[in-house]
């Protein structure tokens, strides 16, 4: 079984920072492209920052210059790094791993779990 932890939300003031973490945890998996996500109230879910398994960023336009994402592959853990957080952006926000498991003596890809979702409030 494969689980995501998200910590590290909470609440700022606009153009403050806050620093997202996401443990994977989990035997015989294989960590592949991470993601955050993240979804406002009555909105649908949306991309925020994708990592890939060579390190390739990609950042939406809301957020892009202003968030970081980054892996640590010796802790299983993805960050999102938020600077000059702003009201827009107060949304719950979701870790997304795509991956691999072993089943046997076999690999298979296609595996994406979710983490639960973690709150971030921007407001003075």
């Known amino acids: 079984q494969v689980h995501l932890v998200e910590s590290g939300g909470g609440s700022a003031q606009p153009g403050g920072s806050l620093r997202l973490s996401c443990e994977v945890s989990?035997?015989?998996?294989?960590?592949?492209?991470v993601g955050w996500y993240r979804q406002a109230p009555g909105e649908l879910r949306e991309s925020v920052a994708t990592?890939?398994?060579?390190?390739?960023?990609n950042y939406k336009d809301y957020v892009k210059g202003r968030c970081a994402i980054s892996i640590d592959n010796a802790k299983n853990t993805v960050y999102l790094q938020m600077n000059s957080l702003k009201p827009e952006d107060t949304a719950i926000y979701y870790c997304?791993?795509?991956?691999?498991?072993?089943?046997?003596?076999?690999?298979?890809?296609?595996?994406?779990?979710w983490g639960q979702g973690i709150q971030v409030t921007v407001s003075p």
């Open positions: 997304k791993v795509d991956g691999s498991r072993q089943v046997g003596s076999n690999w298979y890809s296609g595996y994406t779990y």
């Open positions: 989990g035997s015989a998996f294989s960590i592949g492209a």
């Open positions: 990592i890939s398994p060579a390190g390739t960023t």
